[in-house]
Nanobody, 119 residues
Framework: QVQLVESGGGLVQAGGSLRLSCAASGNIFSINVMAWYRQAPGKQRELVASMTSDSNTNYAESVRGRFTISRDNAKNTVYLQMNSLKPEDTGVYYC?????????????WGQGTQVTVSS
């Protein structure tokens, strides 16, 4: 079992910045992926950014160039630096961890943190 605890959400004006953190604990495999998803009201949860344990990254097109994902493997923590925030970035941001054993994915989700960007 892996537990995730997120922090750093809040209310910010458009153009501002926020930094989210997600600390993982428990049975963490050395080869894994940590990611940030978000869900806006009435919309499906979508991938924002992901980062493998060997530092490969992937970003949603809507955040590329504004958001940066990073991680500290020694602390089992992933971060999301969000700059130039827009009202459409508003939503609940969820941290996700997963590892693979063979063809089976073992995911874990955080409880979510609210990000609200006012215009």
């Amino acid at each position: 079992q892996v537990q995730l605890v997120e922090s750093g959400g809040g209310l910010v004006q458009a153009g501002g910045s926020l930094r989210l953190s997600c600390a993982a604990s428990g049975n963490i495999f050395s080869i894994n992926v940590m990611a940030w998803y978000r869900q806006a009201p009435g919309k499906q949860r979508e991938l924002v950014a992901s980062m493998t344990s060997d530092s490969n990254t992937n970003y949603a097109e809507s955040v590329r160039g504004r958001f940066t994902i990073s991680r500290d493997n020694a602390k089992n923590t992933v971060y999301l630096q969000m700059n130039s925030l827009k009202p459409e970035d508003t939503g609940v941001y969820y941290c996700k961890y997963h590892h693979w054993r063979g063809t089976t994915q073992y995911p874990a989700w955080g409880q979510g943190t609210q990000v609200t960007v006012s215009s």
